[in-house]
């Protein structure tokens, strides 16, 4: 079976740092592009990022450039997402996900999600 | 950024009714257009891409078109297990958007 299994998550202060990770089974890891995907009540979802699948190409929503880092670890079958100076608003449920091969640009596999809160 | 705007926001219907969800482009997009559903503490479920295909297992009772700018989502006869929130994504241009959803509740 295809999955992808997510673990981090949790509470940060303000300013704070956090790393969510995604473990891939069940398919090539390394053929694939692979997004991280957010979801918020008030905004709904939106795409935070992608990379390719060497990992020499990344693809990021402008307001989360340079604060949010996306990387992968092919030989670990993982996906990471590093998150630097959190703001309240980046409080959501982040997806992994696995960008799909019809199109290179939606996504056919999620994860289970991992709730991030950034609050004093 | 492009935007995708989706209607209804809210729909309730009975078991076996036709139901047709939308969403409209801020611009041409072509076909880039890809439709999920999401039941409630769920990720979502990828079941349509380039507007019109279906991803391989989604029900028949599931189809997509285009018209210009904008794109619908219908399902033919309505089964228990389709309610849930349903969204739409443009791949169109990076960023990547999605609509806004459209809750389908069991009337």
């Known amino acids: 079976e295809e999955q992808l299994v997510q673990s981090g998550g949790g509470l940060v202060q303000p300013g704070g740092s956090l790393r969510l990770s995604c473990a891939a089974s069940g398919f090539t890891f390394s053929s694939f592009w692979m997004s991280w995907v957010r979801q918020t009540p008030g905004k709904g979802l939106e795409w935070v990022a992608s990379?390719?699948?060497?990992?020499?190409?990344?693809q990021y929503v402008d307001s989360m450039r340079g604060r949010f880092a996306i990387s992968r670890d092919n030989a670990k079958k993982s996906l990471y997402l590093q998150m630097n100076n959190l703001r309240v608003d980046d409080t959501a449920v982040y997806y992994c996900?696995?960008?799909?091969?019809?199109?290179?640009?939606?996504?056919?596999?999620w994860g289970q999600g991992t709730m991030v809160t950034v609050s004093s | 950024d492009i935007q995708m705007t989706q209607s209804p926001s809210s729909l309730s219907a009975f078991v076996g009714d036709r139901v047709t969800i939308t969403c409209r482009a801020s611009q041409g997009i072509d076909k880039s257009v890809a439709w999920y559903q999401q039941r409630p503490g769920k990720a979502p479920k990828f079941l349509v891409y380039?507007?019109?295909r279906l991803e391989s297992g989604v029900p028949s009772r599931f189809s997509g078109s285009a018209y210009g700018t904008d794109f619908t989502l219908t399902i033919s006869s309505l089964q228990p297990e389709d309610f849930g929130t349903y969204y739409c994504?443009?791949?169109?241009?990076?960023?990547?958007?999605f609509g806004q959803g459209t809750k389908l509740e069991m009337k």
């Open positions: 990379v390719n699948q060497d990992g020499s190409e990344e």
């Open positions: 994504q443009q791949y169109f241009g990076i960023p990547y958007t």
């Open positions: 996900a696995r960008v799909s091969p019809r199109t290179w640009k939606s996504f056919d596999i």
């Open positions: 380039s507007a019109s």
